[in-house]
């Protein structure tokens, strides 16, 4: 038997066959063209081809995982149609007459060498990207497929997976996988734990192709992987899962019982929103609400941008959805990985940090008072809330808050209907706001925690970066220190505070948050019943 540890992407046990998959080695060689324009508009034809299967992609993760995991497919959509990096490929095929395939594997090694060289982990973190788009494109010249198949159900061993590997795995063959590499908060690990596949990943073990076909176990509950387990083994796997799946059944028995804990405090449990189709999954999951409303997916994959009458449209159809239960809708957050053609925006060498969010919004009133005007109509058929995303300080509130009283004036005016008690919040995702919250609660009616960007933002650290994962820990001291202050200055204002975010699903921590005295939080719908069940089992009095 051979024992391998790793990190676990959820607490699940499966049992089947190892299959072991291999990336096959693309190394094509130097050929003569006597045409290069017949040779750039074949490789224009395979980009054009890769880059409307990343929009598919795109659309599919979005009602998985969301807007913000999904953007990893815009990402390499946009790689394909418009950047240097085409242009490079182009330029080769044409200066050297050589085929696409090896143009491509020159462009890729030379930017590759450029990023590698710059001390910027934003450009560093780009060479990922760039080796799956070079692959993509390199197996749609090729016309191959390098997606694994089998016959039968079975656990899947790499050395690592990409998502566009992972957003294609046919769920009903593969049991779940394990990886060499990989980190349990990349947009592989995300998009499994969406997808319900079991999975443990930098295990940092190389498995030999002598343990093809035998039987594995993934202990999702303590990363642990047995290959060719004993006969002990295999039959305590096989009744811990049993267990797996009885608890899982059990959640279901949790629908219309309250998120309360056992010496009777009440918790909000609400669900994240980043598309109109993940309506139906709250609505399933039994949440309590919709605390995180992603507005911005409506701005997204298109080249103009949406009406005030197509906005209401969709605000409303949420608010109706959930039938009085409380609909928190974030003004749009484009920007950083989430881009919009049609705000024509500045290329930046740190998007992150740049024109994105609330500062794209007060830069663009014409744009905001759209949205919020559509949001405001919305309002009057239930009941809904507004929230400013990526606040650094007062005045950004104050000016948010300015426009939205303009809006608000205009309506009154013309008299439009919409709920003049609608709650404003903010979010709470940058060390300087949560070091001001006591003087931005008395702005508000309430603080929703972004624990993602708090956390990259408080540690310095990239939470999809390969090369940080042993710098990325959400539950690093300084980030738990902001998040109580936080919460504190909010109550001491006399308003409540809500989480979302990764780190609020993370039942490991849910005590902790729950004695700081978070009110709410708001989770992907499929981790709302986990936790719930969670949070019914902790008695604060201890």
Not at 197 to 204: C, E, K, L, S, Y
Request: charged share 25%; aromatic share 8%.
């Amino acid at each position: 038997m051979l024992t391998i540890h790793g990190k676990s992407i959820s607490g699940m046990v499966t049992i089947g066959p190892l299959r072991i998959f291999r990336h096959q080695p693309m190394d094509f060689a130097r050929a003569e063209i006597e045409k290069p324009e017949t040779e750039v508009a074949r490789f224009d034809s395979a980009r054009n081809a890769a880059a409307v299967k990343m929009k598919e992609f795109y659309q599919e993760a979005i009602s998985h995982v969301g807007l913000d995991n999904a953007s990893i497919f815009k990402v390499y959509q946009q790689m394909m149609t418009d950047s240097e990096f085409v242009d490079a490929v182009k330029s080769i095929i044409r200066k050297q007459s050589v085929n696409a395939e090896y143009a491509v594997q020159q462009a890729e090694q030379n930017f590759t060498r450029i990023y590698e060289a710059d001390p910027d982990d934003y450009v560093h973190g780009q060479i990922a990207d760039l080796a799956e788009v070079a692959r993509i494109l390199l197996r749609t010249l090729r016309q191959k497929q390098a997606l694994f198949s089998s016959d039968e159900p079975c656990i899947l061993y790499a050395d690592d997976l990409t998502p566009s590997e992972t957003i294609q795995m046919d769920t009903t063959k593969i049991l779940g996988f394990v990886t060499k590499e990989g980190t349990p908060t990349s947009h592989t690990a995300i998009l499994a734990r969406a997808l319900g596949v079991p999975a443990i990943v930098a295990t940092g073990t190389d498995v030999d192709a002598s343990h093809d076909g035998k039987t594995a176990v993934i202990d999702g509950f303590s990363g642990v992987v047995y290959l060719e387990p004993t006969p002990a083994i295999l039959s305590g796997m096989k009744e811990k899962q049993s267990q797996s799946i009885h608890l899982k059944e059990l959640l279901l028995q949790l629908k219309g019982l309250p998120s309360e804990t056992i010496d009777g405090h009440r918790i909000e449990v609400a669900a994240n929103v980043s598309s109109a189709s993940d309506l139906s999954a709250v609505l399933k999951n039994d949440a309590e609400g919709i605390g995180l409303f992603r507005s911005e997916f409506i701005y997204m994959g298109r080249e103009t941008l949406p009406s005030e009458e197509e906005q209401f449209n969709i605000y409303k159809l949420a608010i109706e959805t959930m039938a009085g239960k409380r609909v928190i809708i974030r003004t749009l957050d484009i920007g950083a990985d989430k881009e919009a053609s049609s705000f024509h925006l500045p290329k930046e060498d740190n998007p992150a940090l740049g024109l994105r969010a609330i500062r794209i919004s007060l830069k663009r009133p014409e744009i905001f008072k759209v949205q919020l005007r559509a949001i405001l109509r919305a309002s009057a058929y239930g009941k809904a809330a507004i929230m400013f995303p990526l606040i650094t300080s007062v005045w950004e509130v104050w000016k948010a808050k300015e426009i939205l009283t303009e809006v608000q004036m205009e309506l009154d005016k013309k008299g439009i209907a919409y709920d003049k008690q609608m709650e404003i919040g903010i979010m709470i995702e940058t060390p300087a706001a949560a070091l001001i919250s006591d003087k931005l609660a008395k702005e508000v009616d309430f603080f929703s925690i972004g624990t993602n960007d708090l956390s990259q933002y408080t540690l310095v650290v990239d939470r999809t970066s390969r090369n940080l994962t042993d710098f990325f820990n959400p539950h690093h001291p300084a980030v738990l220190k902001l998040i109580q202050m936080t919460v504190e200055n909010a109550h001491k204002a006399g308003i409540w505070v809500g989480m979302c975010g990764e780190l609020g699903s993370d039942l490991s921590i849910t005590e902790t948050f729950l004695k700081m005295g978070v009110d709410e939080f708001s989770v992907a719908p499929y981790s709302v019943l986990p936790l719930r069940q969670q949070i019914r089992g902790i008695d604060l009095r201890k």
